[in-house]
């Protein structure tokens, strides 16, 4: 039966800012409260063919014992379920979803107009060249777009994340060592890097080396020279940081880890902060990789598909992951008239995902680049750093900000204070946000923040909704002072309430018996 969590909104509304609360609602009860026995989703006529028993169709050791136990109910009942569930749905679609790190920003309606084509979508991927010249053009098309972008030489599309470009990366990083006769065994990676980055460098069987921030929130430079070696393979910057910072010293630290004959990765999952104004190229990075489903139009959460392109400079190309999409220069090219085909580099890691990567996240990406243009595309980043900045300057009277200087695409601040006066913590901050008709910020991230609240505002929301978001936290800011109890209890209006969070962690298991 449903967990105790499911809690009823007996009172609606309790908004901060005067927008209305969206997620509110009576409690839905699960499909298998709604199940009642011999109801089914369908019924067909009765054609008069005779009726073939299971046992004659499946070998008998391949069927179930008994049928699994699922919930029976009628279409109009099941209908109207996941009707009702999906009105409870937060999204990107339906208001600001400010959760740092995560670029959770509204996606143009006509990359998905143009990913659900037929042309694109009802190709096999083992269709010969001959057959899909225009699938190939787009993913050549989108390479191209993607090394004017950042600078660099070509780029693999295979990778289906971010992290799984972080791993791929760290594989060709290892290949071109190897292919100098030398076995490396350190990445550097900034405290203030992505999680994702010291876990792919583990998988990607390396030793993480830490280096510390200073107080600008940057690389500390006298640290990073005291770890340099002939045994580190490279370092892992993410730019802007997770500060929400550019790295200040980035050509120095460029030229230090080349010195040691390391390579530079840069984690451009957060593009936007950078787009059309600087490239990692010209930083001289020798390893990018981008998310579309962050920049690009693709979008995320959910577990929904993704796409973490790498691209490389000139020296790691012979090693990318094949096959890669190419133009054919027409002598000696794989089949005389086709314009494009599959090659596989000399020295190619091998495959990264089946086939050629989540295909679709890559046409919405191409289109999405296409319609901006370059100087869209900067526009991007300029409205994103600018929305950002605005947020920083309209609360720093409210909240402490840790690192108060202009920010990239996103704000770090604190909740220190209020925890130490009101024992209220960011999560109570983020909990109370939600009743306001936001989605909460990220909370307890960068690590080395006490008591972080991130905010990432995103370049598409309106200067109207950025204003009523700073409203919001100056409300909660004002009752963490005058009824921090009150705030403990946050969120009121959901459909489900304040969790626990520890009971959550160790019970994997959901509470309710599903027969
Ligand atoms: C989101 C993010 C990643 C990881 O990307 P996934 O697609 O979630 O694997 C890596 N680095 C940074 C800076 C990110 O923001």
Redesign the pocket.
């Known amino acids: 039966m449903p967990s105790s969590s499911f809690r009823g909104t007996s009172q609606p509304g309790g908004g901060q800012a005067g927008s209305a609360p969206l997620l509110g609602g009576t409690p839905e009860p699960t499909i298998f409260e709604l199940s009642s026995p011999g109801r089914s989703a369908w019924s067909f006529r009765t054609t008069g063919i005779p009726e073939t028993p299971m046992t004659d169709l499946v070998p008998a050791d391949h069927l179930r014992p008994e049928p699994p136990a699922l919930a029976e109910v009628s279409e109009r009942d099941l209908v109207a379920h996941v009707t009702r569930l999906t009105h409870r749905q937060f999204s990107v679609d339906l208001g600001a979803y400010p959760l740092g790190?995560?670029?959770m920003k509204y996606n143009p309606k006509v990359c998905d107009a143009v990913a659900s084509l037929p042309g694109l979508t009802a190709v096999h991927p083992s269709a010969p060249p001959s057959l899909t010249q225009g699938w190939l053009a787009v993913l050549v098309e989108l390479e191209a777009a993607l090394c004017a972008i950042t600078g660099m030489a070509a780029a693999t599309l295979q990778p289906a994340?971010?992290?799984?470009?972080?791993l791929t990366g760290l594989l060709l990083m290892r290949a071109w060592h190897r292919s100098r006769g030398e076995n490396r065994h350190k990445v550097i990676i900034p405290d203030s890097?992505?999680?994702?980055?010291p876990a792919s460098v583990s998988l990607g069987g390396y030793q993480v080396v830490t280096v510390p921030s200073d107080s600008r929130g940057c690389v500390d430079m006298r640290a990073l020279r005291t770890v340099l070696d002939g045994d580190v393979a490279g370092i892992m910057l993410?730019n802007p940081n997770?500060l929400g910072l550019f790295e200040e010293d980035i050509a120095e630290i460029a030229a230090a880890v080349h010195e040691v004959g390391g390579l530079l990765y840069y984690?451009g999952?957060?593009l936007n902060a950078i787009l059309g104004v600087v490239r990692p190229g010209d930083m001289g990075f020798d390893v990018v990789?981008l998310?579309l489903?962050?920049t690009f139009a693709t979008p995320?959460g959910g577990g929904g598909p993704?796409a973490?392109p790498v691209a490389v400079s000139e020296r790691l190309v012979p090693f990318l992951p094949g096959p890669r999409p190419v133009r054919l220069d027409g002598n000696g090219g794989l089949v005389g008239e086709l314009s494009y085909g599959w090659a596989v580099p000399e020295h190619s890691i091998g495959r990264m995902h089946s086939w050629h990567g989540n295909a679709l996240v890559l046409a919405r990406a191409l289109t999405y680049i296409l319609l901006h243009g370059s100087d869209g595309l900067r526009q991007v980043a300029e409205v994103a750093v600018l929305n950002a900045n605005w947020i920083r300057h309209r609360l720093s009277g409210t909240y402490e900000v840790p690192f108060d200087r202009p920010c990239m695409h996103e704000v770090v601040l604190s909740v220190r204070d209020l925890r130490r006066e009101h024992g209220v913590r960011a999560m109570d901050v983020a909990k109370a946000v939600l009743d306001t008709g936001f989605h909460a910020p990220t909370v307890s991230f960068p690590l080395i923040v006490d008591e972080a609240l991130m905010i990432e505002p995103t370049e598409t929301e309106s200067p109207q909704t950025l204003a009523a978001l700073v409203t919001a936290l100056e409300g909660i800011a004002a009752q963490a002072r005058s009824d921090p109890d009150a705030l403990h209890a946050a969120p009121r209006t959901t459909p489900v309430g304040r969790v626990d969070e520890a009971r959550a962690a160790r019970h994997l298991v959901p509470t309710f018996d599903a027969r």
């Open positions: 790190s995560c670029t994340a971010g992290a799984a470009g972080e890097a992505h999680g994702t980055n993410t997770t984690d999952a957060n990789h998310n489903h962050k995320h993704g973490g």
